[in-house]
């Protein structure tokens, strides 16, 4: 079974700077994809950011990127330049490429932009 | 393209009852995921179905039951709900297995049980 730990429950950082959260994951397969999932307050989760497993080079999406270190299990998501609007809980997810689309989420990471 | 919608958005209900949710994919996928969201336990699997056939369930208890219409839309139903049951719903859907992975949340519907 998978697992996925979030080790940081809250974070607050002011605008403009850069802030890292954690994510790191249990597994025996070898083939998957890593994302990072938003939730806005009261809002639809959207798709921040996606790994796939094979690929040695870490993903980015303009003011996002990913430290993807695959033999310790650990996919942290960098934002750089923080906005107001990037408030939202910050979930770390992980699906296997073979077989049903279930993503395993972590519990989240709240995260606060202050003006 | 119009996104994940999900109905209704809100939803009471006491103990006992039972409830039927709806989702509908966006336009051309096929597969809808749907997962339970509870501050205590975040977010867990409850199921998949692709062209009509539950792929994968997750460790819920009986009375949690979906299906899969021809057009792609889906149900979940809850039966004699519980209080435990109060969450956030959410589904998702994505084009199909091995063509993307990238699953569309809707916007959710809200269960409480009073």
């Known amino acids: 079974a998978q697992t996925v730990t979030q080790s940081q429950p809250e974070m607050s950082v002011q605008e403009a700077e850069t802030v890292t959260l954690s994510c790191t994951y249990d597994?025996?397969?070898?083939?998957?994809?890593l994302f990072w999932y938003k939730q806005p307050p009261s809002r639809q989760m959207i798709l921040v950011i996606r790994q796939e497993a094979y690929k040695q080079q870490n993903a980015t999406e303009n003011r996002f990127s990913v430290n993807f270190q695959k033999a310790a299990k650990s996919f942290s998501l960098k934002i750089s330049d923080s906005q107001l609007g990037d408030t939202a809980m910050y979930f770390c997810a992980f699906l296997v490429i073979q077989g049903a689309q279930k993503l395993v989420f972590g519990q989240g990471t709240r995260l606060t932009i202050n003006p | 393209k119009a996104g994940v919608t999900q109905t209704p958005r809100y939803l009471i209900k006491t103990r006992g009852q039972q409830v039927t949710l709806s989702c509908s994919p966006i336009s051309g996928h096929r597969s809808v995921s749907w997962y339970q969201q509870t501050p205590g336990q975040g977010l867990q699997f409850l199921f998949e179905y692709f062209s009509e056939t539950q792929r994968n369930k997750g460790n819920f208890p009986g009375r949690f039951s979906g299906r899969q219409f021809s057009n792609s839309r889906s149900e979940m139903n809850v039966s004699t709900l519980e209080l435990g049951d109060s969450a956030l719903y959410l589904c998702a859907s994505l084009l199909g297995p091995g063509v993307s992975n990238e699953q569309f949340f809707g916007p959710g519907t809200r269960l409480t049980v009073l």
């Open positions: 597994t025996s397969e070898s083939n998957y994809y």
